[in-house]
């Protein structure tokens, strides 16, 4: 095997093993740090087409240039021109055709390595003062490490996008004044929000299996002062998945809760919501 | 876009002059504010103006919150406005955050920029107590200026020009500024004001290898006397000098202490 087929599977085999309790934000960061430290390049970074003005500086080694912004649409056609392959500077261009003049200071050779993903497409950025050989299997290295950056670099943008409407959504839904109670039909998971969580006495908000909420849900139903009567409607309610209920009076000691029943069907999820709220005396 | 729109740029002064003053406004005002300060140097220089994005004139379709989330973003601005104007031996005249993007600047495209005026300026307002840096800032004032802003912005901003301009004896200054404040889009106000006030360039101080003057202002809400002192100990090759006029925009309230200071450094 020879030197770079063995960069290239140390490659592979490092970005396998990233620790995956870490942050996913420093997964990027670490893959383009290993790409420089196995090809010896003198600099490394992303650059990320955020919207149709802004080419940002990430994940950059040295880290001085983190966050510069560069002007997208000249790299653009550059990339256009190039048929969006990797793009080997032998010699850097002199700075009138050279668009990343900026981030290519002092150094004689560099790298492009456009990197497709939804949203925001990203360069690699790779630039050597003292230039490598361009032999084919240094060319070959590069291509599989290209290919290994897209699956990290979709990776990463996914957990991130997955994170951020996360903890957009738990935001809108604790904030909610109601009690929201979500069953999955899958009998594993379900959730609560805040005032949910306070109602059925449970230790926090968030998920939590549906046996947990099923008992801490009885207990709050054998509370009531109206029991054979919301039996009754229980009945009706779950003799079919479609059925639903809303302004469902438990009467409790001191107070009434209204109670909505709602089936949650998409193709992804199918369960029922509960709706709690503080109905008058 | 074109960069003549985007940043409604205009030249005048000596156009044949080999020399050339820019000069770039801070937050909430725009190139006018220059308008006392540039006749005195009308006949030895080119002279740019321009206004940021987001602010002034400039093409309200050009702002992107992402492109000026940062300073960097408008100091890519004006690296494209050197270019695209061709323009050589550069004074870059930058008031209040302006002076920091001229510093980016010239960090990041060196050879662009050659002398950097700091008008008002402060690498970060946010005091420090973990390093002793005194800003002028505390977490608290922020928070509370910042709600003030989202809470009713017009409002804000009456207020706000006032302390800024201090010149009270002449009130129709704070309350141009105020006009300049209003226009501009609320979001983009309070996006571009917390870019700025919790913005932190003090370790790019020492990389700035260009002759610099740093202007101290007095009495001024913004930038208090130690920033200019902690700007002059920390940029490698610069000189400090004070405009005796109260308040954040010398170029307005003391135009010819301002001329007489850049003078003094060309």
């Known amino acids: ?74 790299i653009k056609k550059l990339l256009y021109t190039q048929g969006f392959k990797t793009i080997y500077w032998r010699e850097i261009p002199p700075p009138k055709e050279n668009v990343f003049k900026e981030i290519l200071l002092a150094l004689s050779s560099a790298i492009i390595i456009p990197v497709n993903t939804s949203p925001n497409n990203s360069l690699l950025i790779l630039g050597w003062s003292e230039p490598p050989s361009f032999e084919p299997g240094f060319l070959e290295c590069i291509e599989t490490i290209r ?135 | 876009m074109d960069i003549i729109l985007r940043n409604n740029i205009h030249v005048t002064g000596n156009l044949e002059s080999p020399q050339t003053l820019v000069f770039a406004h801070g937050f909430g005002i725009d190139q006018t504010s220059f308008s006392k300060v540039i006749p005195s ?98 977490h608290a004032t922020l928070t509370s200026l910042f709600e003030a802003m989202e809470a009713n912005y017009h409002a804000w901003a009456a207020g706000f020009s006032k302390v800024a301009m201090r010149n009270e004896d002449r009130p129709e200054l704070a309350a141009a500024f105020a006009k300049t404040l209003n226009d501009i889009r609320p979001d983009i106000a309070i996006q571009v004001a917390k870019a700025i006030f919790y913005l932190d360039y003090r370790k790019e101080l020492p990389k700035v290898t260009l002759p610099v003057l740093v202007v101290q202002t007095a009495n001024d809400i913004a930038v208090p006397a130690v920033v200019s002192e902690y700007l002059e100990a920390n940029i490698p090759n610069s000189r400090r000098t004070k405009v005796e006029t109260e308040g954040h925009f010398p170029q307005i309230s003391a135009p010819m202490e301002v001329v007489a200071a850049i003078q003094s450094f060309l």
């Open chain 2, 41 to 138: 140097f009308e006949h030895d220089y080119k002279i740019v103006l321009f206004d940021n994005v987001g602010g002034g004139k400039a093409n309200i379709k050009a702002y992107s919150p992402k492109r000026y989330e940062a300073m960097n973003g408008y100091a890519t601005d004006v690296a494209d406005i050197i270019q695209a104007l061709d323009l050589r031996q550069v004074t870059f005249v930058g008031h209040s955050v302006s002076g920091m993007t001229g510093m980016l600047t010239s960090i990041h495209y060196p050879g662009m920029i050659d002398k950097l005026v700091l008008l008002g300026s402060s690498p970060r307002y946010l005091n420090d107590p973990k390093d002793g840096y005194t800003g002028g800032f505390d």
């Open chain 1, 1 to 74: 095997m020879s030197t770079w087929e063995h960069k290239a599977l140390n490659f592979i085999n490092q970005t396998g093993r990233w620790d995956k309790d870490k942050h996913i934000s420093s997964f990027l960061a670490f893959s383009i740090s290993l790409v420089k430290n196995l090809t010896e390049a003198d600099i490394a970074l992303q650059l990320e087409f955020e919207d149709e003005e802004t080419a940002k500086v990430k994940c950059a080694s040295p880290l001085h240039l983190n966050d510069m912004v560069l002007n997208p649409e000249p």
């Open chain 1, 147 to 281: 290919l290994r950056l897209k699956e990290i670099l979709v990776q990463s943008q996914q957990q991130i996008y997955f994170q951020r409407i996360a903890v957009r959504f738990a935001a809108i839904l604790h904030t909610i004044p109601h009690a929201l109670v979500f069953i999955n039909n899958d009998g594993f998971s379900g959730w609560v929000n805040q005032e949910g969580a306070a109602l059925l006495g449970l230790s926090g908000p968030g998920e939590q299996l549906p046996a947990v909420l099923s008992d801490a849900m009885m207990q709050l139903r054998n509370k009531t002062l109206n029991l054979e009567a919301i039996d009754r409607e229980a009945m009706h309610l779950f003799s079919s998945p479609e059925n639903s209920i809303s302004n469902w009076r438990w009467q409790m000691e001191n107070k009434v809760l209204l109670v909505s029943c709602l089936p949650v069907t998409t193709q992804q999820i199918s369960g029922r919501l509960w709706i709690f709220e503080n109905g008058d005396q």
